[in-house]
């Protein structure tokens, strides 16, 4: 038993440095070394590699197929290009929110979300962010491993029916499938143990190829094609009765759901950053780089319809197609690394971080990366793809969640505490500012569940078209969920603020200045950390939690 005690504490038991501010008895709790404030001295991205995030990010094969649902409504493509930029613009005022937050103040998103919700009510928006990334984990390393199958299928063409049988119809994927996706998952792997500053290489990376590759990409398409195609000349037709002004909402929303994440992902890199003014003014990169990607999938799609006589709108799909097996296998590498690139900063990166905040005693951002690989795999995206189109409906809908946690965050920091900041030393301190009402600030709950509320018909009508006694104009109104959710949620918060008043700033130095400048505390600071940790302890004798001590 006691080599057991030991290796819990000596081998998976994390604490924070020693000589940091959350150095304390009980900070275990609420930190370690990866959740405390960045050091000015290892923030190593500067404004080209935060910029370059946007190339980076915006490359992605589930981007250049966000058009596809709104041609499937009918709307011209043209026209749905125009929706898709309206709604990265919409997403990319919270991005440079998130991000100026997260470098000015060195936090990531969980600590970020304690300001807003309290110690222990930010577990309810790090159980909303963890469980969507996690998902779209599995589906990302699916898309991953076709592009790997595009590699092997170019180098041997008989992988294509290589045991096509071996596995059931019924599994939703053939050998190839799963031997693809399990290469990419495998490949994927080295790079979840890179610190987030040595990502900035992978990305820079990703900055230098994938413009070039995106150029390649459209000439072919356009010289094959021979020009844009039939697919951009199609008038809008909307079928079952829907307006325009409803296939073009849907569609912004649609373009605003594949980066929402990202709204509230931006201060997980952007404590890494220097400058929080470059921080948020990188994000302007944001609809530019999107929109690029888009256009792009939509002139690829056209292009297949002239080519191949059928609409394609996975790029992956028509790579498979080609003849040409040099440039077959080199788009599948370089669509494998731009996947690679999008899974691990968009998708393990955050769960990690959400992992870490609600068990930082165990997790850190490399624990929790390797747990969320491990997770993905086990959901078996193949069959989500293959069986699930409700699932993946719901997924896309999933904004109704995001929009309001977007809300409650925009309004606390802006409207509420009018952009002065965090006291970041309490933003770990139990019984602090931030404690509110036993850890739980109860207007965000509920400012969150008014965001939520009215758009959860809208996610079930989503999820199942055939469900009754939702009204069209309803319909209509949903069609904006994230929208919606961000206005309905902060405005809520900020009047039920007024309603509800309590207080935003504390007459005490913020005491985790030394942690994010760099120097060492001084031995009075250190002597009023251990006062205030005695207090802390008197105040849980107070409240009836340590009955050993009133005893």
């Known amino acids: 038993m006691d080599s057991i005690k030991i290796f819990h504490d000596e081998c998976l038991v994390l604490r924070p440095d020693k000589g940091s501010f959350t150095d304390e008895v009980q900070s275990i709790r609420w930190s370690n070394r990866d959740l405390d404030p960045v050091p000015n001295d290892q923030k190593k991205w500067k404004w080209y590699h935060v910029g370059g995030f946007w190339i980076a990010e915006g490359f992605s094969v589930a981007q250049m197929q966000t058009p596809s649902s709104a041609v499937a409504l009918g709307l011209n493509p043209g026209l749905a290009i125009v929706a898709c930029l309206l709604g990265n613009i919409m997403v990319t005022i919270p991005c440079m929110s998130q991000a100026y937050i997260g470098s000015k103040f060195s936090i990531n998103f969980p600590v970020l979300a304690r300001g807003s919700f309290g110690l222990w009510g930010s577990y309810v928006a790090m159980v909303v962010r963890g469980v969507i990334c996690v998902i779209w984990y599995g589906i990302q390393g699916s898309l991953g491993g076709t592009a790997v199958q595009c590699m092997i299928n170019a180098i041997w063409p008989s992988f294509q029916t290589w045991h096509i049988n071996s596995l059931p119809t019924s599994s939703?994927?053939?050998?190839?499938?799963?031997?693809?996706?399990?290469?990419?998952?495998?490949?994927?792997?080295?790079?979840?143990?890179?610190?987030?500053?040595?990502?900035?290489?992978?990305?820079?990376?990703?900055?230098?190829?994938?413009?070039?590759?995106?150029?390649?990409?459209?000439?072919?398409?356009?010289?094959?094609?021979?020009?844009?195609?039939?697919?951009?000349?199609?008038?809008?037709?909307?079928?079952?009765?829907?307006?325009?002004?409803?296939?073009?909402?849907?569609?912004?929303?649609?373009?605003?759901?594949?980066?929402?994440?990202?709204?509230?992902?931006?201060?997980?890199?952007?404590?890494?950053?220097?400058?929080?003014?470059?921080?948020?003014?990188?994000?302007?990169?944001?609809?530019?780089?999107?929109?690029?990607?888009?256009?792009?999938?939509?002139?690829?799609?056209?292009?297949?319809?002239?080519?191949?006589?059928?609409?394609?709108?996975?790029?992956?799909?028509?790579?498979?197609?080609?003849?040409?097996?040099?440039?077959?296998?080199?788009?599948?590498?370089?669509?494998?690394?731009?996947?690679?690139?999008?899974?691990?900063?968009?998708?393990?990166?955050?769960?990690?971080?959400?992992?870490?905040?609600?068990?930082?005693?165990?997790?850190?951002?490399?624990?929790?990366?390797?747990?969320?690989?491990?997770?993905?795999?086990?959901?078996?995206?193949?069959?989500?793809?293959?069986?699930?189109?409700?699932?993946?409906?719901?997924?896309?809908?999933?904004?109704?969640?995001?929009?309001?946690?977007?809300?409650?965050?925009?309004?606390?920091?802006?409207?509420?505490?009018?952009?002065?900041?965090?006291?970041?030393?309490?933003?770990?301190?139990?019984?602090?500012?931030?404690?509110?009402?036993?850890?739980?600030?109860?207007?965000?709950?509920?400012?969150?569940?008014?965001?939520?509320?009215?758009?959860?018909?809208?996610?079930?009508?989503?999820?199942?078209?055939?469900?009754?006694?939702?009204?069209?104009?309803?319909?209509?109104?949903?069609?904006?969920?994230?929208?919606?959710?961000?206005?309905?949620?902060?405005a809520a918060y900020y009047l039920l603020y007024l309603l509800f008043p309590f207080p935003t700033q504390i007459d005490e130095e913020d005491k985790a200045r030394h942690v994010i400048a760099g120097f060492e505390p001084t031995d009075e600071e250190v002597s009023s950390y251990s006062s205030d940790s005695q207090q802390e302890e008197g105040e849980k004798v107070m409240k009836g939690e340590n009955a050993m001590a009133v005893v």
Not at 249 to 255: G, L, R, V
């Open 172 to 490: 939703g994927v053939t050998a190839p499938a799963l031997l693809s996706f399990f290469l990419f998952w495998l490949a994927t792997l080295p790079f979840l143990y890179l610190s987030i500053p040595t990502l900035r290489w992978m990305f820079l990376a990703k900055i230098v190829i994938m413009p070039f590759f995106g150029i390649s990409l459209f000439t072919w398409a356009l010289t094959a094609g021979h020009g844009w195609g039939p697919l951009f000349s199609i008038p809008n037709n909307i079928t079952n009765g829907w307006s325009v002004g409803y296939a073009f909402c849907y569609t912004m929303t649609a373009s605003a759901s594949v980066n929402a994440t990202f709204a509230i992902n931006q201060s997980d890199i952007t404590r890494y950053a220097r400058s929080p003014r470059s921080s948020w003014l990188a994000q302007l990169l944001l609809p530019v780089c999107i929109t690029l990607t888009e256009l792009l999938g939509t002139v690829m799609a056209a292009s297949s319809q002239v080519v191949y006589g059928q609409v394609q709108w996975n790029p992956l799909d028509i790579v498979l197609l080609w003849d040409n097996r040099a440039a077959k296998f080199f788009a599948g590498l370089l669509f494998a690394f731009a996947n690679m690139g999008t899974n691990v900063a968009g998708n393990s990166i955050p769960f990690a971080n959400d992992l870490m905040g609600i068990f930082p005693k165990y997790i850190n951002i490399r624990r929790g990366q390797f747990i969320c690989a491990i997770l993905g795999f086990a959901i078996c995206p193949w069959e989500i793809e293959a069986k699930a189109a409700r699932f993946l409906a719901f997924l896309n809908g999933y904004t109704v969640f995001l929009g309001p946690l977007v809300g409650v965050i925009m309004s606390d920091f802006w409207l509420v505490r009018r952009g002065k900041g965090f006291n970041v030393y309490n933003l770990y301190k139990p019984y602090g500012l931030y404690w509110y009402t036993d850890g739980w600030n109860w207007i965000a709950i509920a400012a969150f569940c008014v965001g939520m509320g009215p758009q959860l018909p809208g996610l079930a009508y989503n999820v199942n078209p055939n469900i009754g006694g939702i009204a069209r104009g309803y319909l209509d109104f949903a069609s904006l969920a994230w929208l919606d959710g961000v206005i309905f949620s902060g």
